[in-house]
């Protein structure tokens, strides 16, 4: 596991379960904001607190409220919010 520090920002880079390494999130610096990519999905990320991979489902934690506007989810108010489809959106292990 290893976790990046930018400014007040913290994302997790990678992810190694068994011999299987693979990139959970990606981020860069795009007109003063930090970009968080998952596969797909581009977050505008005000406040990311944690990352949490459960099984083969990612979450992020408090991240914020989130509103879909074309391709980009941008965050709203602190809340948890499921990134890739899952049972338990709020359920983590820590």
Do not use: C, M, S
Not at 1 to 27: C, K, P, T, Y
Not at 62 to 77: I, K, N
Not at 82 to 87: F, I, L, M, S, Y
Request: glycine share 8%.
């Amino acid at each position: 596991e290893q976790f990046v520090f930018v400014e007040q920002f913290v994302f997790l880079e990678e992810f190694v379960i068994g011999a299987r390494a693979f990139r959970v999130a990606d981020a860069a610096r795009v007109a003063g904001e930090v970009r968080f990519v998952f596969g797909n999905l581009v977050l505008p990320v005000v406040l990311l607190t944690q990352l949490v991979l459960v099984g083969r489902f990612v979450f992020v934690i408090r991240v914020a409220g989130a509103a879909r506007g074309g391709e980009e989810v941008r965050v709203r108010e602190p809340r948890a919010v499921r990134v890739a489809g899952a049972p338990h959106p709020i359920a983590y292990k820590a």
